[in-house]
DNA sequence: TATCATTGCGTCATAAAGACGCATTGTATG
DNA sequence: CATACAATGCGTCTTTATGACGCAATGATA
């Protein structure tokens, strides 16, 4: 986690720092890897930091009396301004070295504030790891108070992050793998309407392997939770493939069995 | 968790009232959910709780520079003597209601402590679950210093837990399903040496269904990740069934990919 | 020695998965 | 405006996996 003030944007980091021991649960932060489809490729959005040159997943801290999964959809909220997003908690993150303690004393120091040694953002800290899958087109990305800029990235160019954020955001692309089959994927990744070779990309990339355009069509179809809709997707070079959309009820029912079959 | 002397056995329950702010980090705990197979069932190992007519799953905190995983070892280790555990941490709960303080504070108070209202054992707590797979005839319970008994139960017995303790249960259960074929789950939980049918029945009741024993065995001589030995076991009321054992090596490297198929 | 439940191995029918052929379609090009 | 082109939609064929079940062999028991 950034140290900060992502999940109050009116607040500055002076106050989060004076106060945050007040306010939030000790030595326990959130980060979340927001997952969105684009162009025919996986991203993942990331800050970049304010007091370094380095990028980080948006996380967050949980106020006393709050639900952690509460407020893992406020960081979210806050940085796509999405409302209804769909997240799993994938894993905690608490080896004992993990927290930068120098990053965050500098940046005290800096601020002219000179922190005990018991001072609460100074401790240990422990992250519980969410993934989020969003639609692309609905997300506007948000910095917070600690971030220069919010943005996409090509999960395929992510080299370096902030702490152990890399090695966060590569157990979340794991989990996201295993759990395939029995996430909705496409329904939250893809926009209402998407063609076949949409879908079928989105597979690709997640699995990292190139996939029978026919057989896979006839899979899908074979699940039975897809409506295909009268309308075609014009201007592209091409022949105009079919829209479809989600049959949500079948869908869901269908996940909770898991989508039948290996990849 | 329960609140407790867990990790500590020669320490009193006073002592970790007292100090445990000092040794362990704060709202944290860990829950360890210990399967066992026995006599074609599963078990699960429980503690009867000394000041309740409750059962608990064994737990811990966490002492402020040691890993939680360290931790979780730590504690199955003390609770059934198994040095080398199979675990894998499955899910952190933290709803802020989760916590029972009443319970807390009348253990207390029973003891003559009069426990301030900020004192750390009353404050909000989360807590990391794991789950562990075991050989159920090497483990030898060990009830700690919060615990009158500590005992196999069949999961299927299992009705009620000390706070949210079934729920965690459930959910351990329900991701050893889903990772089934991901995890290695008849070489953590069967002795080195076992018949087919029993291996077929470990599986039948992690997924609470019945399978034919013929396709069974079928497929798992499929996967070649089993060795047939030439003895067998005698003493059965039939004919003597051969014994197996894992081929370590294919084995470990069937798991990377997944063994393939759906149950 | 006969009995019997269990075990090991096999067959058959059906379903799923993989590889690939081909006509169709919407756009671009001359 | 005819033609070329690449992507799409649908289908076939082959190979594998799955599910259901038959049957002989086995080893303790009566």
């Known amino acids: 986690m950034l140290f900060s003030v ?33 162009e025919n490729q996986m991203k993942v959005l990331l800050l970049k930091m304010k007091n370094a040159e380095q990028w980080a997943l948006p996380g967050g801290f949980i106020y006393k009396d709050e ?21 799993q908690q994938f894993h905690v993150f608490g080896r004992p070295g993990r927290s930068d303690k120098k990053f965050h004393s500098d940046i005290m120091k800096k601020d002219g504030i000179k922190p005990a040694k018991d001072h609460w953002i100074l401790q240990r800290f422990l992250t519980v790891g969410y ?27 992510v080299k370096e992050l902030f702490m152990d954020h890399k090695h966060i955001l590569d157990k979340a692309l ?56 009268s309308e075609t997707r014009k201007g592209g070079a091409h022949k105009a493939p079919y829209l479809y959309s989600f049959d949500l009820r079948r869908y869901k029912k269908a996940l909770q069995e898991g989508l039948q079959g290996g990849w």
Chains 1, 2 share one sequence.
């Open 6 to 38: 992502k999940m109050q944007q009116n607040l500055t980091i002076a106050d989060v720092m004076q106060n945050g021991g007040k306010w939030f649960m000790p030595s326990l932060s959130l980060d979340c890897v927001i997952f969105g489809f684009h």
């Open 67 to 87: 639900d952690i999964e509460e407020a893992a959809i406020r960081v979210l909220r806050e940085r796509t301004g999405i409302h209804d997003i769909f997240l």
């Open 131 to 157: 993934y989020a899958l969003v639609d692309f087109a609905h997300a506007i990305p948000h910095p917070d108070g600690t971030s220069t800029s919010c943005e996409w990235w090509d999960i395929h160019e």
């Open 174 to 229: 794991e989990t996201l793998r295993l759990q395939l089959n029995h996430q909705p994927i496409g329904y939250t990744l893809l926009p209402q309407k998407f063609t076949m070779p949409e879908l079928q990309k989105l597979y690709e990339t997640i699995l990292d392997k190139k996939l029978d355009r026919r057989n896979f069509q006839r899979r899908m179809m074979g699940y039975g939770i897809l409506k295909r809709l």
